[in-house]
T-cell receptor, first 113, second 113 residues
Framework: SAVISQKPSRDICQRGTSLTIQCQVD?????MFWYRQQPGQSLTLIAT?????????ESGFVIDKFPISRPNLTFSTLTVSNMSPEDSSIYLC??????????FGPGTRLTVL | GENVEQHPSTLSVQEGDSAVIKCTYS??????FPWYKQELGKGPQLIID?????GEKKDQRIAVTLNKTAKHFSLHITETQPEDSAVYFC????????????FGQGTELSVKP
């Protein structure tokens, strides 16, 4: 398994601002994923972040709104840009291991006013 | 693309009874099916998984069954305990799509003492 930490654990932000969420893994991993979980809903994949290449975004998510960095094999960041109240969600990072297992961080609970 | 349907959305059982949650998927090429438990304020926790070459897998009180022909898989929890109360998500990994997970809508399980 993998142990994943996220910072911040929660934040309250004003509309129009940006927030960068950090994800740290306790071991080197090739694949990292970012998901969004809107209130009371399931998880939706935002993008896949592999070290050394551009992130791959899912339909409905764009790089200008959710820029991602993946500087090494243990760390990634997701920025939520120009926030609106509709961006209020839990943002989760996960890491994929060789056998397809994915382990999730504790999440970042974002409220946009 | 892959679509995962999960039922029921809520499930209430008495302590000691069994609970069954069912999921169907659309992409016959999907080959990995995990189940996650999410407690309030926490990230999803992988509790059991099954691959497409296996029909059933058991781990103590939990088991998962897979019917590839019908494209459905189920989570079975026996001898339920109050600490089993949580939201459970099924997911599927489409073949050759970088390991991403497509989630079901979630089931809120309540175990009454």
């Amino acid at each position: 398994s993998a142990v994943i930490s996220q910072k911040p654990s929660r934040d309250i932000c004003q509309r129009g601002t940006s927030l960068t969420i950090q994800c740290q893994v306790d071991s080197q991993v090739t694949m990292m994923f970012w998901y969004r979980q809107q209130p009371g809903q399931s998880l939706t994949l935002i993008a896949t972040a592999n070290q050394g290449s551009e992130a791959t975004y899912e339909s409905g998510f764009v790089i200008d709104k959710f820029p991602i960095s993946r500087p090494n094999l243990t760390f990634s960041t997701l920025t939520v840009s120009n926030m609106s109240p509709e961006d209020s969600s839990i943002y989760l990072c996960s890491t994929g291991l060789a056998g397809n297992e994915q382990f999730f961080g504790p999440g970042t609970r974002l409220t946009v006013l | 693309g892959e679509n995962v349907e999960q039922h029921p959305s809520t499930l209430s059982v008495q302590e000691g009874d069994s609970a069954v949650i069912k999921c169907t998927y659309s992409d016959s090429a999907s080959n990995y099916f995990p189940w996650y438990k999410q407690e309030l304020g926490k990230g999803p926790q992988l509790i059991i998984d099954i691959r497409s070459n296996v029909g059933e897998k058991k781990d103590q009180r939990i088991a998962v069954t897979l019917n590839k022909t019908a494209k459905h898989f189920s989570l079975h929890i026996t001898e339920t305990q109050p600490e089993d109360s949580a939201v459970y998500f099924c997911a599927a990994t489409p073949y050759n799509q970088g390991g991403k997970l497509i989630f079901g809508q979630g089931t809120e399980l309540s175990v009454k003492p």
